[in-house]
């Protein structure tokens, strides 16, 4: 087994990569994006804003955010694609 070509590129040899490894890692996230992280893949949403969402829904023909509890309901993939076709005219 040999190390991904990207982790490679982080440094000329061994201690460069790991130092560079462990920096993009140092700062921690703040609670709220964790939880909002969590809960889109607990969910199987998408995570961004209402833009990509959207984009996401109408390309999977199918509800990309969470809904009420007990609601099975699919987006309707016309207004998904209505509203991202408004979102891109001028």
């Known amino acids: 087994m040999k190390p991904h070509s990207l982790y490679m ?11 560079a490894y462990r920096e993009l890692f140092r700062d921690e996230l703040e ?14 949403f998408a995570l961004g804003n209402e833009r990509f969402v959207v984009q996401v829904s109408a390309a999977l ?16 993939l016309k207004t998904a694609v209505d509203r991202l076709i408004g979102e891109l005219s001028p």
């Open 31 to 44: 609670l709220d994006l964790v939880n909002e992280i969590r809960r889109a893949i607990n969910g199987n």
């Open 9 to 19: 590129a982080l440094g000329l040899d061994d201690t460069g990569r790991q130092r």
């Open 61 to 76: 023909g199918l509800r990309a955010v969470p809904g009420s509890l007990g609601d099975h309901v699919r987006l309707n």
